[in-house]
């Protein structure tokens, strides 16, 4: 397959499950109640010890609320440590859409990363696991 189609192709299977064909690394996970399905998408597969580029994306059946905070934990359970840093998730211009500031790994090892979603009445949780 020449490799102008199969960028195309890739492109368009990513932009079909939701996920940014722009980033390279992505995880998809349902809320723990499923009113939303969330995309972790970041630019390259996450590196220990650098900052990693990456957005949340939700979809949800139902309008995703103007007013959902969206709150950022993580760490590695079987070291018993959280993340390094204390990222945010900061909305953009595109509704639905989280920029995750600040966030850090800091070894190699299996993780988890999870988002408290919050729009006030009833909080959603998501939780991706992962190993780097």
């Known amino acids: ?3 102008t189609l199969l960028t195309l192709t890739l492109g368009l299977l990513l932009a079909g499950c939701g996920a940014d064909p722009n980033h390279a690394w992505h995880l998809q996970q349902p809320s723990d109640k499923g009113t939303y399905q969330a995309t972790l998408s970041c ?4 590196i220990p010890g650098a900052f990693q580029e990456c957005k949340l994306i939700l979809q949800s059946s139902q309008a ?6 969206v709150a950022v934990d993580g760490g590695m359970p079987a070291h018993g440590h959280g993340l390094p ?8 211009d595109t509704h639905g859409t989280y920029r995750i500031d600040g966030l850090k790994f800091s070894m190699p090892g299996e993780w988890v990363l999870g988002f408290l ?3 006030g009445t ?3 949780k998501v939780v991706f696991r992962f190993s780097l």
């Open 1 to 3: 397959m020449p490799k």
């Open 64 to 69: 995703v609320p103007a007013n959902l905070l």
């Open 85 to 92: 840093t204390a990222p945010q998730a900061i909305p953009t």
């Open 117 to 119: 979603l919050d729009n």
């Open 43 to 46: 630019a390259s597969a996450p």
């Open 122 to 124: 009833q909080p959603e």
